[in-house]
């Protein structure tokens, strides 16, 4: 198979190789260095898609990201939607079609990798033209640190699309110079396929490298596909070129009609001769060169159609010298074609109105209507753009301190131009460093040929009867017109973004990049109002679409979210636990033998604790060691209750609240020493309390002095409950007396436990006779071991999370974030007790004294005893106080905060916050259930062991 | 994301930090003194300036150490971090041209 | 030109036509029964309702840039009722019910698609607070229900169901009447309707400032010259504080950006809307095919309309987790706005302490969906000196009392 386009002699392309691939369903072949789009071309394909409201054949129109029609639908090796056929590099195998509307997402998982890199450099120069390579040279020479970015394969920019010399040579020999140099350089980073997409605050600049994307199938698994760059440049200059803008004019979507720049490009990168028989129609110089360069590669110019009513000499004498005939003051004024452009009809255009139209044939229609510095990034980094009615485009104009624009990005089109400001941007930023850049001497460009203003055109007045501008695209992606423009400012639409949102113009795939400015150009002159003024369309991050899964990196899955295991937890998977996610940690929920349901795991494990002996991992719970000579000061400013007072070798419970009241945290506290306390708080707070107390001590009594230090995960911490825990313990810790005088409740001891040194709480979370055992991490599983082993004969139980809820519930100790929901204070939870009536202040007790902290009818924790024993109501359930149900809104009167099947109660039962709730006390109301309602009995919420008798044993 | 410099720590990345709201609120001298809707001030009401603004942040993931800076809101850019216990700084060069800009703004 | 004959639409091209006229661009006049400060969805729905409801028309909506251009324009277009408590309920589910009827009242395609929400349990809490949020939803009239994985897989299968993620899918809340819409069809919906009535909407027009005399709000300073006003109410969210303190008065709010973003156009893949707030993402497929997305709020104060890139990889990295199939879209464009946020996460609507000066604030990241029901509201407080029964319970004095209708402590729900 050949490729009927191609120039021989041009191109940086490898005729050497051949690759295949598939483009709608039909075999072609290209080579390596083509982009999907210039073998298409090659193979003389123009027809990529048809548009997306019209159906019209759409073909391609530019050569890089800016192409707004060449959009497809990787299908082979992976799919991925909506690429442009111009960025996407070809590789064998390729298997892709033409896309007129939405993409389509594999249903496959992708399987390929990415991550993400930091990295820090002085000077970041995203671009790799001329600009951007004696930007880079500059810096580099200087010795400072920089990193350059270039979206394309190689580096040169638009060095690779023209046939400029410098010094005399292809200026790609120079390039090719620069790169070497740079690569010596240690401190200097030149990435290639990289594509800054984002300017963020303090000189962070996202960029995405595709780093195996152009290998296809090929790609080897253990690299990733693409990487995000997470650059932080203390200067930065974007070089990032011009992109170049179409005129509208009737039928200027068909397939064949393209950027004369992107034609040039076509020529040179790619060794692509996009037609055999072209019209150039400009309003500017940088048509010549396309034409003049096109002409000699064998393409025949049948007109160069100009705007201008004069041409500069040298661009005459040169198309005179190849017999190309330039008609001054015409324009395109529409086109004909089925498939594919045949035919341009031009007309003499002066003071607003149109001559007589002829008609020229041709297979390639080139336009140009100026040029738009691509100044996405720069708007991104909050550099500021004005209009430069000379050249109709919008560009810089006030730059952030350390931020600038080089070359064709700030408004600069020569090369020689270019080449200069790269070096000066450079030495501008280096100086904003407090260091010196080198002079460049620079390449020679040759002579610049004498070169005239371009005309601002935005579009040529249609010759049809109808609608005016109905037969002319603004942005060809969205299908909008000329007439859609201004039927929008018809509407009363004064403001571009309107405009915007009214045609959808500037919303697809490319962002508006050959649209935007267009657009305000019409507006403005719909509206007789300056473009100036009317301001142009806000660019958003990124600047190129990013796939999701390159934004997310390595953090899927198991790096979502750290996951927090304790030390015991190998021990508690092997005896089959299921686990719990309780904030990051994983806890054991409960442990099944086999063949039991959760319902009688939970029941075997409760019975064991409340008869027997059971065990629980509770390393989990949030640890913070408290020491200074005022610790016991700042305890009784953040407890509701009194912490100073406790002796050492004490434990107290302690509830902590906002200053709005409501209780945010609770646990126990030991006193280790005259200076030292030890708190516990529930494992998902254990952060924030941390964070919560610093915040006071800290900002608000930096004169106390106490220190705090998280050591949750410094213990493994063993509840040892039930009847016979005593039993137990004293054969694993026989020096212990655990008699109930010698270490009564509230208190705690240090001791040796299956001899390693431990401390040991009497405190109890189910009511039952307990210890709490404390042991460094280090030797959890020792003692934990010793404990199973040493409780064998009393038939000890593992127990989990939702054995701990029951036991706790059945006793009424709330669980803060499940009995509380940031509404409810330490009195609505029935614990007036555990609220200081003699500390003067501590955080939230001014709270307690509002309007609605007194009213009578607060909802209250309370017992919920189901008149039908065996029904457990869900947690969640509301609660009214009628059996049956009113239309709605039902007045709700609280909901069921826990519920549970008890085993020591042979019942199920709940707790619920119920407004007026301690009041309610025998009352019964009733919990709406699928249409129904259940009785339910309103208790103490204290159902087990009201009197408390079991916790010495 | 900014780069945010912790008096301690130097410039870390706005990921290790947490947010600590306005500055220069003391917990009242005598929280008893005050009415409900005083005390509501304090609870619940903080300023909300359009433009600097003296705040509190915590180097979370860092030393765990508070500190204050002025920041503008605006342009979300530091101008200042100084000690909690220290007075708001008076901002000189472009950062008091940033206050001057947006004081009337603020509340 | 016309659409291609005897076909289909091409997925992607689906959005109907804005009506050839919208609204006239007037020049203020010196003086307005009512001025309303903010050209956004809630300052047009309630100059709207004002006329429709309470035969107002001497009304000029002042907007400082281009109406509806502020968090109107960049929201990701959630509509639904499913909050926890009564007060918020009752104004959220008004304000369905007037959704389900605003595309014929307004005689604009608002594209008001009720394809449900799904908010997402992750854990043992995350379902009892979910559940206790579905049961006071269905006794308050409100259609709710709780689904199990496998029910969630089946309303949307692209949801990844399976226990072997970081934090499984245990369960969902599912209201079904829920949805999204087109934020700009229904901003330009009130819009056109006010100009309709003869309602002012004046662009480009920056309030600098309140007259207030003996206690009494009479008029505003604006970029385009002073305007009297018998009444002044303002709408501006995010500006909601810089407005109230020209009147001396101090707002229990935070002005956070909130980032949100969108896709390329797909093919459709995601039937409903989900929320996570536990894995942080929240998505839906708009009309066209593009994803919609967004997550929580940046943590500082900012008017930028800006954000930090973090919140979006983050974003991307939930949103993979609960969704694979998204692996290869891509992020087309992003944007921020500034939300304004309440202590107890809900709004702030009625009177202030300055006469005939009205408030209407706080909304966080909820004003959209609350878009028809606050305008309704707040037109009736405007109108009548005293709140409507849906906005009573949103005062500002709650602060003081502290009868806080906190929706972030149980419902848990960013949106």
Known sequence: MTNPFRAGGHGRIDRDTTLSFTFDGTAYTGHPGDTLASALLANGVHHVADSIKYGRPRGVLAAGAEEPNAVVQIEAPFPEPMLTGTTVELYDGLDARGLSGQGRLSSRPDTARYDTLHAHCDLLVVGAGPAGLTATLSAARAGARVILVDELPEPGGSLLGSQELLDGRPATEWVGEVVAELDACADVQVLQRTTAFGHYDDGLVLALEKRTDHLGAAAPAHVSRQRIWRIRARQVVYATGAYERPVAFDDNDRPGIMLAGSARTYLNRFGVLPGRQAVVFTTNDSAYPAALELADAGVRIAAVVEAREEVPAHWRTACDERGIEIRTGHVVTGTSGVEHVSRAHVAPFSRGRLGERQGIDCDLLLVSGGWNPAVALFSQARGTLRYDAGIGAFVPAQAPGSVRTAGSAGGTFTLAGCLADGGDAASRALSALGRTGRTLTLPSTGPLPQGAPGRVLWRVPSPRDGQDGSHQFVDLQRDALVSDVLRATGAGLRSVEHVKRYTTIGTAHDQGRTSGVMTSGIVAEALGVDVADLGTMRLRPPAVPVAFAALAGRNRGELFDPVRVTALHSWHAEHGALFEDVGQWKRPWYYPQPGESMEEAVLRECRAARTGVAMMDGSTLGKINVQGPDAGVLLDRLYTNMMSTLKVGRVRYGVMCGVDGMAIDDGTVIRVAEQEFLLTTTTGNAAKVLEWMEEWLQTEWPDLRVHLTSVTEHWVTIPLVGPRSRDVLALVAPDLDADNDAFPFMSWRDATVAGIPARVCRISFSGELAYEINVPAWDGITVWNALYAAGGPFGITPYGTETMHVLRAEKAYPIIGQDTDGTVTPQDLGMSWVVSKKKPDFIGKRSFSREENQRGDRKQLVGLLPADERVLLPEGAQIIATSSIPQPPVPMLGHVTSSYRSDALQRTFALALVRSGSERIGETLYVPLDGRTVPVTVTDPVLFDKEGSRRDG | ?107 | MHPRDNAPATPGDALPDHPDFLWRNPDPKPSYDVVIVGGGGHGLATAYYLAKNHGITDIAVLEKGWLAGGNMARNTTIIRSNYLWDESSGIYEHSLKLWETLEEDLDYPILFSQRGVLNLAHSLQDIRDSKRRVYANQLNGIDAEWLEPDEVAEVCPIVNISPDVRYPVLGATYQPRAGIAKHDYVAWGFARRADDYGIDLIQDCEVTGLDIRGGRVTGVQTTRGPIAAGKVALAAAGHSSVLASMAGLRLPLQSHPLQALVSELLEPVHPTVVMSNAVHVYVSQAHKGELVMGAGIDSYNGYGQRGAFHILERQMAAALELFPVFARAHMLRTWAGIVDVTPDASPIVGTTPVENLYLNCGWGTGGFKATPGVGWCYAHTIATGEPHPYNAPFTLARFTTGALVDEHGAAAVAH
């Not at chain 2, 600590?20 to 809707?37: E, I, N, R, T």
């Not at chain 2, 180097?59 to 800076?69: D, S």
């Open chain 2, 1 to 107: 994301m900014q780069l945010i410099a912790c008096p301690w720590c130097g410039e870390r990345e706005e990921i290790e930090f947490h947010y600590g709201g306005q500055a220069h609120v003391a917990y009242p001298d005598d929280p008893y003194a005050l009415d409900d809707d005083q005390w509501a001030q304090y609870v619940f009401f903080r300023d909300n300036p359009k433009g600097p603004f003296a705040e509190r942040w915590v180097h979370a993931a860092g030393c765990r150490r508070w500190f204050n800076a002025v920041r503008d809101t605006v342009t979300h850019e530091f101008l200042a971090v100084y000690d909690v216990r220290a007075p708001r700084p008076l901002l000189t060069g472009s950062a008091a041209a940033a206050q001057q800009r947006k004081g009337q703004e603020a509340s």
